[in-house]
């Protein structure tokens, strides 16, 4: 246990990002050594990159020379009900063992972290007290895999308590103010090493939710009338390829147009500038158009140099814009914003925006596998270098039949199989010959899969028959209803708008997803 009238052990802090092999030093590291609980709780913003929230937070200890050095780390959010707290954090703690050991060092130790605002009428005291009993599921699983917990922090409205003090009268019943953000030695580190801290989860995963504004229901009129010429196209096979270089044109000239727009100051201008930049119309023809997973796989070439940034742009404005029951089709442009993020070096965006996209599709398989990779510190290399081989091979193609010939040369597993190996393919849809889609115009029926499961292809438009219909979005309308489908109700009236599905919480299988750099 730890006496917070003494000097703690030392951490030394030479890997704040993660990102190199643990066992290894870099001549460029920054080292900064943490000698106390407030040093470790003002630490944790800059072992993350960002704010966490409502979160269980647990990072590994690797013992060098007597010093603890920081080494993999994890979150997942806190579970609302306390029946799910052991399940949760058997997830946390086997998932961080197993990755840290994957890079070739078992924990030794664990810094533990609790992260939660007071509800109405609880104080951060109380928060503390009621984690506790988390806190204790926490020590006990790290020490029945041999890496006991040193140190395990709450903070909550603005101060820290820590579970790990023994001495009475050592620490504040009513908890330690947190300092001041930017004002410490590990503060003054970051900055020179060029770590930024980005704000919370919640601002991160604002710029990827659909649109709630007066704009959201123009957006699904032009998702309706995109769908109802666009889909019988993608569904007829002579139709589809030239429905697929459509996309991508249209694509590519808003990538240059983003990218020739006059730059602004701020995540949230930086967005609205964007979402003007893009027509109704457009969003609408990109967001049905990349549902097909061949074209998907084509737009994931624009992933690096000049063309990432605008790229990236284009896709989180494609996120915003599935509203309503489009909610699922958000599953495209979250997975190709999460590959862009991830193969740019953003790993924190990467991971927000696949779970989001495993939130919006929980059976999309390009998603789930980049997660995994991201989580695991894959390096995406060998995922671009395969996208770079099928555009050098699309470039040099010169007469239409060696296109489709290289068209079906990349099955719309060709992302899966850079991620996962050899084999995945086989386990993905297996008819990429025939229209990958759902049919009989229901737009949310599931489709037949060859195997195990596959990103889904093409979904229709709502049609008027049976459907089911996702969290928060209209009423479908009966056969026989007006022409419109789904956009009113049975006695004519619009249906209104209900708020749009968490894409930040499910993930494939039912599972968590957790967030880490193990």
């Not at 603890?68 to 946390?92: C, K, M, N, S, Y």
């Not at 007829?236 to 429905?243: C, E, K, L, M």
């Not at 996702?470 to 049975?490: F, L, V």
């Amino acid at each position: 246990m730890t006496n917070h009238s003494e000097t703690a052990g030392p951490f030394e802090n030479g890997d704040i990002t993660g990102r190199e092999p643990l066992n290894e030093q870099s001549a460029h590291d920054t080292q900064v050594t943490l000698r106390s609980p407030a040093e470790l709780a003002d630490a944790l913003p800059y072992l993350l990159g960002y704010r966490p929230e409502d979160s269980i937070v647990l990072v590994a200890l690797h013992d060098r020379e007597g010093r603890g050095r920081f080494g993999g780390r994890a979150r997942l959010g806190i579970p609302a009900h306390t029946e799910d707290w052991e399940e949760a954090v058997q997830q946390l703690v086997r998932g961080l063992v197993t990755s840290s050991e994957r890079r070739g060092r078992r924990p030794e130790q664990m810094v533990a972290y609790v992260c939660q605002e007071p509800g109405r009428g609880e104080t951060g005291r109380d928060v503390m007290l009621r984690l506790e009993p988390l806190i204790a599921q926490l020590r006990a699983e790290c020490g029945d895999l041999d890496a006991p917990v040193v140190e395990a922090l709450c903070i909550s409205d603005g101060r820290f308590w820590s579970y790990s003090c023994a001495v009475a009268g050592c620490c504040p019943a009513d908890g330690t103010p947190m300092g001041l953000p930017g004002t410490s030695v590990l503060a003054a580190a970051a900055t020179y090493a060029g770590i930024q801290v980005r704000g919370t989860l919640r601002e991160l995963r604002a710029r990827l939710l659909p649109w709630e504004t007066s704009a959201a229901l123009a957006q699904e009129v032009a998702l309706d009338a995109a769908g109802m010429s666009l889909v019988p196209r993608i569904l007829d096979d002579t139709a589809r390829q030239s429905v697929a270089d459509e996309t991508l044109d249209l694509a590519e000239r808003i990538i240059r147009r983003f990218a020739a727009a006059a730059p602004v100051s701020g995540t949230h201008p930086a967005d609205l500038r964007d979402d003007a930049l893009l027509t109704h119309d457009e969003g609408a023809t990109l967001i049905l158009g990349l549902q097909d997973r061949t074209t998907r796989d084509r737009a994931a070439a624009w992933m690096e140099g000049d063309e990432a940034g605008p790229a990236l742009r284009l896709w989180r404005a494609l996120a915003r814009r599935c509203v309503g029951p489009y909610g699922e089709h958000a599953a495209a442009p979250l997975t190709l914003a999460g590959w862009v993020a991830w193969s740019t070096g953003d790993e924190l965006e990467a991971r927000e925006a696949l779970a989001m996209a495993l939130g919006a599709d929980p059976d999309y398989l390009f998603a789930r596998l980049l997660h995994q990779a991201c989580n695991e510190g894959l390096d995406p290399e060998s995922v671009r270098r395969c996208l770079r081989a099928e555009r050098a091979g699309r470039a040099g193609t010169d007469t239409l039949e060696q296109a489709d010939a290289a068209a079906e040369a990349t099955p719309g597993a060709l992302s899966e199989t850079a991620v996962a190996g050899p084999g995945a393919a086989a386990r993905t849809d297996g008819r990429h010959g025939e229209p990958a889609s759902r049919t009989g115009g229901s737009r949310r029926r599931r489709r037949p899969r060859a195997a195990e499961g596959g990103d889904r292809g093409p979904r229709p438009p709502r049609g008027e028959d049976t459907r089911r219909r996702s969290t928060g979005s209209h009423p479908g309308s009966t056969a026989g209803g007006p022409s419109r489908p789904g956009g009113t109700k049975p006695d004519g009236k619009r249906a209104p708008t209900g708020g749009s599905p968490s894409r930040g919480t499910a993930a494939a299988g039912g599972r968590r997803e957790t967030e880490g750099d193990g």
